[in-house]
Antibody, heavy 115, light 107 residues
Framework: EVQVVESGGDLVQPGGSLRLSCAAS????????MNWVRQAPGKGLEWVAN????????YYVDSVKGRFTISRDNAKNSLYLQMNSLRAEDTAVYYC????????WGQGTLVTVSS | DIQLTQSPSFLSASVGDRVTITCRAS??????LAWYQQKPGKAPKLLIY???TLQSGVPSRFSGSGSGTEFTLTISSLQPEDFATYYC?????????FGQGTKVEIK
């Protein structure tokens, strides 16, 4: 079965850091663009970042540039999102979404930024 | 940034109804548009990509059309499992953007 599973979400204080992981199974991510998308409570979807197959291209939404870093380890079939200087407005469910056309998605991992 | 505007934002319909959702882009995006379905507490699911290509496993009552700046998602005969929120997304340029969503509820 083709699937991705996110982990690493937690409650963190403003200004803190967190690293999210996304483990893929049933397919190799080495041939795929990979994405992070977030959804604040009760809100719509917001694309956060993506990375190309070999990690040489990375793109971010303006609101996270300089604070978040996307990376991948093709040998481990995994995607990561390092989040620094977290703010209350970063509170959301974070989804990993595979390939150019965003399929499949994981179940999401909740990040709560609060004191 | 390319803005996507979905209409309507809320839709009340009955089982068996034909439903159409529109997504308008603030500038041309060729056919770089996808449609997703999201149910409460669940991850989004890809329904349509490249504006009109049905994702494998998605029922044929779903269809997509359009190019450039205007796109539509049509459900030919609404089923009970189709009550959900639908989002369009453009993949023509960065940042990737989503529409605000259309919630389809039971009439």
């Amino acid at each position: 079965e083709v699937q991705v599973v996110e982990s690493g979400g937690d409650l963190v204080q403003p200004g803190g850091s967190l690293r999210l992981s996304c483990a893929a199974s049933g397919f190799s991510i080495s041939s795929s663009w990979m994405n992070w998308v977030r959804q604040a409570p009760g809100k719509g979807l917001e694309w956060v970042a993506n990375i190309n197959q070999d990690g040489s291209e990375k793109y971010y939404v303006d609101s996270v540039k300089g604070r978040f870093t996307i990376s991948r380890d093709n040998a481990k079939n995994s995607l990561y999102l390092q989040m620094n200087s977290l703010r209350a407005e970063d509170t959301a469910v974070y989804y990993c979404a595979s390939r150019f056309w965003f399929d499949p998605w994981g179940q999401g991992t909740l990040v709560t930024v609060s004191s | 940034d390319i803005q996507l505007t979905q209409s309507p934002s809320f839709l009340s319909a009955s089982v068996g109804d034909r439903v159409t959702i529109t997504c308008r882009a603030s500038q041309g995006i060729a056919s770089y548009l996808a449609w997703y379905q999201q149910k409460p507490g669940k991850a989004p699911k890809l329904l349509i990509y490249a504006a009109s290509t049905l994702q494998s496993g998605v029922p044929s009552r779903f269809s997509g059309s359009g190019s450039g700046t205007e796109f539509t998602l049509t459900i030919s005969s609404l089923q009970p499992e189709d009550f959900a929120t639908y989002y369009c997304q453009q993949l023509n340029s960065y940042p990737r953007t989503f529409g605000q969503g259309t919630k389809v509820e039971i009439k």
